[in-house]
């Protein structure tokens, strides 16, 4: 298992597990999940729809932006949301911590940053951090834009605090908002012209890679401490926790490395490959991850879990 004894068994005191050995306990027969309209969060929640399946459970997706999803996750109208990524969502969690109705399982996926982006070939020719966006050769390069995503979400909000606080002397500049692939076609047209473009980047992510992405220094922290290095985090529904213990166990050992997740968002977000094949092709290539998510997980009737799995495959 990739979590810790200690971790687990944590986690796992939230729940009344009285289930034996042969018998599963949970109540739920379908699982509904937060999935705002990112490539890592589809891909990983089609991978774990299609462990469900054979497992007994169905699932329903919920398009939401993540300060919604906090939300419903809160009065229960969510179970479980696949990418609590902190500190970018880092009010909207706390409110859901502090009110006592949410559960963190901790990160599904490991080596996550976060921050004022750049291509490599400006990152080459001397920008390397967020202090430098606005010298006033840059700023001109770059035409005073910034591109980001989802305007009202908690990383929209980020990037507004700086050009409201003229951090980086970015208060004269155009916050340009817009969908994930929206911005990304914008960065994709600069890219491709070499033109100078900064936008809010992350990793794990297609866009690493697909434009040597270089993640700019932020003394200030304006996207978290530590340099944007962020957790990805599975967040579920208390009272969906307390009643399902089983599905808590996959949820905590469903952990992936960033490496892992860049590579499906990769055929899913920019090869564009069917979301079901790309997740099934993963499942079948990835037999030892499997194997641990599902350690000690049944199906609804008390079956292994493994065993089921693997045959729908």
């Given at each position: 298992?990739?979590?810790t ?49 054979p497992?007994?459970y ?7 932006s ?31 911590m502090?009110?006592?109705?949410i559960?963190?399982l ?30 006033p ?40 908002e ?29 866009m ?8 700019l ?17 599975t ?11 089983n ?6 050992q469903?952990?992936?490395?960033a490496e892992q ?11 564009e ?32 879990g ?8």
């Amino acid at each position: 298992m990739r979590r810790t004894t200690t971790r687990l068994m944590a986690a796992l005191a939230l729940l009344p597990l009285v289930a034996h050995a042969n018998a599963a306990t949970d109540e739920a027969t379908q699982v509904s999940f937060v999935a705002p309209p990112w490539p890592g969060v589809t891909v990983k929640t089609e991978i774990m729809a299609q462990i469900l399946a054979p497992l007994g459970y169905t699932n329903e997706r919920q398009e939401l932006s993540s300060t919604v999803g906090y939300k419903t996750l809160q009065t229960g109208d969510s179970d479980v949301f696949l990418a609590g990524w902190l500190p970018a969502q880092q009010d909207s969690f706390d409110a859901a911590m502090d009110d006592g109705t949410i559960v963190d399982l901790g990160n599904n996926v490991t080596g996550a940053r976060m921050g004022f982006a750049v291509p490599g070939y400006v990152y080459d020719a001397g920008v390397t951090s967020a202090e430098q966006l606005d010298d006033p050769e840059n700023r001109e390069r770059f035409d005073g834009r910034y591109y980001s995503i989802e305007s009202g979400s908690t990383v929209s909000d980020f990037i507004n605090d700086a050009k409201r606080n003229d951090t980086y002397g970015l208060g004269d500049w155009e916050m340009l908002e817009s969908s994930t692939p929206g911005m990304l076609s914008a960065v994709r047209s600069a890219y491709d012209e070499k033109r100078w473009v900064a936008f809010y980047g992350w990793t794990p992510h297609w866009m690493v890679p697909e434009f040597d992405m270089h993640i700019l220094d932020d003394p200030e922290g304006i996207y978290g401490e530590n340099q944007g290095r962020s957790d990805v985090r599975t967040i579920v529904a208390k009272s969906f926790s307390e009643a399902n213990p089983n599905l808590m166990r996959l949820l905590d050992q469903f952990v992936l490395t960033a490496e892992q997740q860049s590579d499906f968002i990769r055929e899913y977000g920019l090869e564009e490959r069917e979301l079901e094949t790309v997740a099934h092709e993963w499942l079948q290539n990835h037999p030892d991850e499997l194997a641990e998510f599902l350690e000690g997980v049944t199906t609804r009737d008390g079956e292994p879990g493994l065993e089921a799995v693997k045959a729908s495959l």
